[in-house]
């Protein structure tokens, strides 16, 4: 996580609370920032908490919601344009 904050703030948002050997066990941040910080913050975690997530391509998935009749086929978004 600690190379994902760097993109979600300045040094100055937030501090790291550290061990007696200097690892980094947790973070402060302030909660004097308005929302859009915060929902920037949350969206630097869950992309890298699923980073690593198999990923699938859109007309599999299209075609499967198709099949359950979970998307309607005219308001699915058109790929490649």
């Not at 760097?6 to 040094?11: K, L, S």
């Not at 004097?32 to 998935?61: G, H, N, S, T």
Request: proline fraction near 7%.
């Amino acid at each position: 996580m600690a190379e994902v904050l760097p993109e979600c703030g300045e040094p100055t948002d937030f501090q790291f609370l550290v061990d007696s050997q200097s690892e980094k066990i947790a973070l402060l941040l302030d909660f004097q920032y308005p929302d859009e910080l915060w929902e920037d913050v949350e969206d630097c975690w869950i992309i890298e908490y699923r980073k690593d997530e198999r990923r699938f391509p859109w007309e599999e998935v299209k075609r499967q919601l198709e099949g359950k009749r979970m998307l309607n086929p005219h308001s699915a978004p058109q790929t490649g344009t």
